[in-house]
């Protein structure tokens, strides 16, 4: 019952969404991703980073065929574009292959399987396909964003950025000075950020096909809750950037073309218009936020995996910093905005109690705390980066501190085996 209402009410989400893409004459996530049963895919890794995911419930003799029979399907969908000259038009030419094994599973599911273990391979599938539904969910989000905020808060947020000193700016330069092949590793670091999250999901879920059950709580459900809730906090709170408000890609919209150079001046900021394509994705930084998530659920792996971790959440903090695309002060709601939504996760797996109530509590509050803080006092804040600087990261490391200390009081202790000694008889 549980899984069947998610369902619908996913399924009715993605329907609103639809509708309203289409109020604005684009086609919505359901149809894209329709659409990429047949055309060249956008997202061909995600494809097959989804099929990995489904994948989790099969055997190793079935994971291979399937494998084969994706593989298989691009090959064929690769020699039909180039025997009929039909371009890709900015899509991956593998991808299809992937989708077609989905949803074969599906009918496998209906056709050759019953009971729990059709209910276990469907499972497989509404798991690899949200990962895609969540991809398209946000393209979808971010265009309503850019359609209906005319204003950013760019300004606001430059200003407060002065408190941390203009991070943007700074790694900004120092990702500038290491050339074409520093871009190039950031950016497929930045753009590559499903990968990293399946690797560690896959190890999360490792064991369902042996158990077939899934974990009460993993790393699949975080990016999904972050996906939604996300974008409307853009709605709240539209940023464009420092790259766009402050940047050359800005076009004549942009304040001035300052960014990396020269930092953001410190006028009373001021509700600045945009035009109607750029998202307003950035407050708060969701890829700082998914790289967070993807460093928590990677500290019970092996150490790869938590050296992975560690270094992908270091990376995409340079690359959000580094192109231009988020504030510092992004980065700082991000964290906070990850860790409060992680910790209502597993209060809601564990159960609530009033230690995972008081630690919800607290991040929501303090989140909200710096989204008041950046919107009505940035010039107070930029007059004073010695006191609200530190004041900014303390309220991050104190967020961080109390989850960390609740949920290793929430972890289950190993009790040590104590080792059989002879009793003395009673007489």
Not at 254 to 273: E, F, I, K, R, V
């Amino acid at each position: 019952m549980l899984w069947t209402a998610a369902a619908v009410v996913t399924l009715g989400f993605l329907v609103a969404l639809e509708i309203a893409a289409r109020h604005y004459g684009l086609p919505g996530p359901i149809v894209t991703q329709a659409q990429e049963v047949v055309v060249a895919p956008k997202s061909g890794f995600l494809l097959y980073a989804s099929m990995a995911l489904t994948m989790l419930v099969l055997t190793w003799r079935q994971r291979l065929i399937a494998l084969c029979a994706a593989v298989g399907i691009d090959l064929v969908f690769l020699l039909v574009r180039w025997v009929a000259g039909i371009g890709l038009n900015g899509g991956h030419p593998f991808g299809n292959g992937a989708l077609w094994v989905i949803i074969g599973c599906v009918v496998i599911a209906f056709t050759r399987r019953t009971g729990a273990e059709r209910m276990l391979l469907l499972k497989g599938v509404g798991l690899g396909l949200l990962l895609v539904a969540g991809r398209k969910t946000g393209d979808t989000w971010l265009l309503i964003t850019s359609k209906t905020r005319y204003e950013v808060l760019d300004q606001y947020v430059a200003v407060a950025d002065h408190a941390l000193g203009n991070p943007s700016w700074l790694v900004g330069r120092l990702v500038t000075a290491t050339g074409p092949v520093g871009a190039h590793f950031l950016d497929a670091v930045y753009t590559q950020l499903p990968v990293a999250a399946v690797a560690v999901a896959a190890y999360q879920l490792r064991r369902v096909a042996v158990e077939r059950r899934f974990p009460s709580h993993h790393l699949v459900r975080t990016f999904l809750v972050i996906g939604l809730l996300g974008p409307g906090i853009y709605m709240i709170f539209p940023v464009v950037g420092p790259i766009f408000a402050y940047g050359a890609d800005g076009g004549h919209w942009a304040l001035a073309d300052l960014w990396p150079n020269t930092p953001p001046p410190l006028d009373a900021p001021q509700h600045m218009p945009f035009d109607g394509i750029t998202p307003r994705n950035c407050m708060p930084s969701l890829h700082t936020a998914w790289a967070t998530a993807i460093f928590i659920h990677s500290r019970r792996g092996p150490r790869f995996l938590r050296y992975a971790g560690t270094f992908w959440l270091i990376a995409t903090l340079g690359a959000t910093l580094g192109f231009g695309y988020h504030y510092g002060a992004d980065i700082i709601a991000g964290v906070v905005f990850t860790l409060t939504i992680e910790a209502g996760l597993r209060s809601l797996e564990r159960g609530w109690d009033r230690s995972g109530t008081l630690l919800v509590g607290y991040g929501t509050a303090v989140f909200a705390a710096l989204l008041v803080a950046y919107r009505y006092l940035p010039t107070v804040m930029a007059g004073t980066p010695w006191l609200f600087g530190p004041l900014l990261v303390l309220a991050m490391i104190s967020v961080i501190y109390c989850y960390v200390r609740t949920t290793r009081r929430w972890d289950p202790k190993d009790v040590p085996v104590r080792s059989a000694q002879p009793q003395p008889e009673l007489v």
